[in-house]
């Protein structure tokens, strides 16, 4: 330190321009990423690639999308119940041991920060548990309760910071003086800890309203979060709507922030004033302007779908045929799904799992069985897809949609022919390669790629796979189960792994995008609604998923997302070019060389791990 110093004192004017420049750059990185994120939520193209004119379009498209504002009220009212509740708390706490002295007090003190430096997703699983345990349904309670446990330490970290120099004596003094405690509190002790205090609230309310994780661990149906919104957002494409929301929430988060900080700096409260209420502005206005905050529904259907299932459209003509509202959470993996229900309480009253998933969800219990009479129109699924093993008798699930996993390519850019998983491994293609974010499908590619089956529990095999695919890795650019047929379009890939409907919807886009299922073989999966045993309003979902089996609605399910549609009925009803088109309707000779995944008890813990291994490169 003091030869740093001492440096310091010689420093050449050149050195500070080094620093100067090196400060810039490690600015520039931290900021290069949100400063894009501004100036594309202005931009009047849809793709980020191109500048299309500068636009305010998607602020306002953002302020009136009915699914951002009630999501932006749940954020509001959480963060408000959280910071009153965290302030008081921390507070009084702070307030606690600055007065009193006890043995121990250091490590106790210390004890109570310990949060803050806990790792979030550490806090978030064992609050997750804590209300299983006890039995608690997920929402809106549980997120508040969450988040006042993680911003209970930092609100106790500000303002013991600064009421470190309070001079009891003025307490003292007005009790003397025949002020009762509550009058001495409110007249002096409060005025005098108040800057810290609402430096406290206003750390809280940035903190609430920006969770993510802790949230979408604790979050039940219905009480969908910002941040969470914007996440489900994500999974269907970033559009600049996302940019918008996320621009303005950034701002407010910063202003709420500055207002913080100005106050623990000892300024004004007068300073503090104009961030503040600027902040809380930009998170109101969308009430404001719309002149109206989202209508509480009736009824409703809490969905939980594999994203690119379902069209807004198809949701809305459900809503409005009975009256009800449905709420859609999206996920991209059935681990997802079943870890959602395994935790309990998740609250959801449908559900999609594919085939092997519906195996293990019967097998832990976790589905109600299905009310035949109130499905009428199962008669239009075709009986080839029904009494499958996984769930004899179709007693507990319906197939919505089935399909395949392969490989889609840009034929301007990939010239040789591609017909096998082997092109996934060319080094030729190094750096535009794209394969699922999903363990069974990774795998199914590397076992297939060997002439094995997707369903080895052969340890050897699977070792096998596993080097196989870490040595793929340096060819990888991306895993990703969510929009891989966008990243193939934008051009970042040259080949994808994926699944057929969302390349059918991109080869319409982009004539040059084929879709192959490798010689070798690849994945039929059967994906099917169901009804979770804890389902709140199993006779709302019975009418949805018997909704989903009219002729003409899936028909229409089946044209706008274009996965495989089990349902006859609806075949003739489906536009000639859907109904053709292999990608969508795979031909015998593909289907003959497919296998369903399975469930395989024990054994998926040897895929789980070697698949850590894969995607932390050991
Ligand atoms: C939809 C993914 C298809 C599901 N995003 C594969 N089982």
Redesign the pocket.
């Known amino acids: 330190m003091a030869g740093a110093g001492a440096g310091a004192g010689r420093r050449s004017p050149g050195a500070g321009v080094l620093l100067g420049g090196v400060a810039f750059l490690a600015y520039l990185f931290l900021y290069a990423p949100i400063a894009v994120l501004v100036a594309l939520s202005f931009n009047r193209s849809r793709l980020s690639a191109a500048w299309g004119g500068f636009t305010l379009d998607w602020y306002a498209k953002a302020a009136t999308n009915p699914a951002i504002l009630s999501s932006l009220r749940n954020s509001l009212l959480v963060a408000v119940a959280t910071t009153l509740v965290a302030t008081v708390a921390a507070t009084a706490a702070a307030l606690a041991v600055h007065r009193h002295r006890f043995r121990r007090q250091g490590f106790l003190e210390a004890f109570i920060t310990i949060p803050t430096v806990a790792p979030e997703i550490v806090l978030a699983a064992s609050m997750l548990l804590l209300f299983a345990a006890v039995g608690l349904q997920l929402g809106f309670l549980t997120i508040v309760l969450a988040h006042v446990g993680f911003t209970v330490s930092y609100a106790f970290v500000v303002v013991r910071a600064r009421i470190a120099g309070f001079d009891g004596s003025l307490e003292e003094a007005a009790m003397d003086l025949g002020a009762s405690p509550l009058q001495t509190f409110f007249k002096v002790t409060l005025p005098a800890i108040f800057p810290a205090v609402m430096a406290a609230a206003l750390l809280v309310f940035a903190l609430s309203i920006d969770d993510y994780v802790v949230t979408s661990f604790v979050a039940g149906v219905g009480a969908t979060t910002l941040p969470l919104q914007i996440y489900s957002m994500v999974k269907s494409g970033i559009s600049p709507e996302i940019n918008a929301v996320s621009t303005m929430l950034l701002v407010a988060t910063a202003l709420l922030l500055l207002a913080a900080f100005l106050l623990e700096q000892g300024r004004a409260l007068r300073a503090a004033t104009l961030p503040a209420v600027a902040g809380l502005a930009i998170l109101g206005a969308p009430f404001v302007t719309t002149g109206r905050g989202p209508e509480a529904p009736s009824r409703t259907l809490n969905l939980f779908i ?4 379902i069209a807004p459209e198809t949701l809305a003509r459900f809503e409005a045929r009975l009256g009800v509202k449905v709420n859609v959470d999206l996920y ?1 993996s ?1 681990e997802a799904l079943l870890a959602k229900l395994q935790a309990g309480n998740a609250g959801y009253d449908v559900v999609c799992p ?1 085939d092997y998933s519906v195996q293990v969800l019967l097998a832990q219990g976790l589905l109600r069985p299905l009310d035949r009479s109130r499905l009428p129109h199962l008669g239009n699924v075709d009986p080839g897809f029904l009494d499958r093993s996984y769930d004899p008798g179709n007693a507990h699930s319906v197939p919505y ?1 089935w ?1 395949t ?1 392969g490989i889609a390519y840009d034929r301007t850019k990939v010239k040789a022919r591609v017909d096998s998983w082997a092109a996934l491994w060319n080094p030729l293609y190094r750096g535009r390669v794209l394969m699922l974010d999903d363990a069974r499908e990774a795998f199914g590619a590397a076992l297939k790629l060997r002439g094995h089956s997707l369903n080895t529990t052969d340890e050897r095999l699977l070792l096998a796979a596993r080097d196989d695919l870490l040595r793929q890795k340096p060819i990888v650019r991306a895993y990703n ?2 929009n891989f047929e966008d990243v193939l379009l934008s051009g970042d890939v040259w080949l994808a792994q994926g ?1 057929n ?2 390349f059918a919807k991109a080869m319409d886009q982009n004539p040059n995008i084929v879709y192959v299922v490798p010689k070798e073989g690849s ?1 039929l ?1 059967i ?1 099917n609604l169901a009804v979770p045993r804890d389902a709140a309003d199993p006779e709302l979902a019975h009418a949805f998923i018997d909704f989903t089996m009219e002729a003409d609605v899936a028909a229409e399910i089946c044209a706008t ?1 274009r ?1 495989s549609s089990p349902n006859r009925a609806a075949w003739p009803l489906l536009p000639p070019a859907v109904r053709r088109n292999p990608a969508v309707f795979p031909p015998p000779d593909v289907v003959e060389r497919l296998e369903l995944i399975r469930d395989l008890g024990e054994a998926t813990v040897l895929y789980d791990r070697l698949w850590t291994e894969v995607k932390s490169g050991r």
């Open positions: 594999w994203s690119n299932y991209d059935n594919s949609f399909g996993t189960s969510t699944w409907g969302q994945t999966f994906d997302m996965y």
